[in-house]
């Protein structure tokens, strides 16, 4: 892609850095107050919280040990193919942890509903969600994220770790991505 169609597929900023630092920040209080000193394993949904996990990772002060997972559930593009494949998985064993699950958007919520009835199974002492965005209309199954830092309309966002295509994750803020238009 060249430079000219990458910037011009950036349609318009819906959440500047500034705002998504506001909220990391109240997010941070949230997990703090609910595991009152008591040691948390932040668990980053990969690739597309990473970033997230970043920044709320450096905003908690309880002791947090960090693990990874890798979900796949978008391909190429903006449609959710509707499956939800685990290619990677976390290196640590749950019981004995505080889960937090760390995620960047809850769309149709079959990822996240899939991955706590996964995690649920492991014996975690306790296990929450913190979801970056949150798009209720999109849903498809039951699933409701313990906290959720912005609630968006239906658009395709990009950035602060979103992707489309795999592009775009590097954004300092999150943006509505423009749809191609056909040549
Ligand atoms: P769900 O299973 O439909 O809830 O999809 C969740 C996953 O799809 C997220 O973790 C994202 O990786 C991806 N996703 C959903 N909506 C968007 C979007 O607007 N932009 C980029 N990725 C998205
Ligand atoms: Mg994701």
């Known amino acids: 892609m060249d430079?000219?169609?990458y910037q011009a597929k950036i349609k318009r900023v819906l959440i500047t850095k500034e705002e998504i630092?506001?909220?990391i920040k109240e997010a941070a209080k949230y997990i703090d107050a609910i595991y009152d000193g008591r040691p948390i394993l932040l668990v980053s949904i990969l690739k597309g919280s990473f970033v997230f996990l970043a920044d709320i990772c450096r905003a908690v002060t309880v002791p947090a040990e960090i693990g990874f997972m890798c979900a796949k559930?978008?391909?190429e593009g903006t449609d959710s193919s509707g499956v939800v494949n685990i290619t990677m998985d976390l290196s640590?064993?749950?019981d004995g942890y505080h889960v937090v699950i760390i995620e960047?958007?809850?769309d149709t919520g079959r990822t996240l509903s899939d991955i706590v009835k996964?995690?649920?199974t492991r014996n975690p002492l306790s296990l929450r969600v913190v979801t970056l965005l949150d798009k209720p209309s999109r849903?498809?199954?039951d699933f409701k994220a313990d906290y959720s830092l912005f609630t968006i309309p239906d658009h395709f966002v990009i950035g602060y770790g979103l992707d489309c295509a795999e592009y775009y994750r590097t954004l300092p803020?999150?943006?509505e991505y423009a749809e191609p238009t056909p040549q």
Do not use: F, G, M, N
């Open 104 to 106: 960047d958007i809850v």
């Open 139 to 141: 849903r498809v199954v």
């Open 73 to 75: 559930s978008y391909y």
């Open 92 to 94: 640590q064993k749950l």
């Open 173 to 175: 803020y999150i943006a």
């Open 21 to 23: 630092d506001e909220k």
């Open 118 to 120: 996964l995690l649920s």
């Open 3 to 5: 430079i000219q169609t």
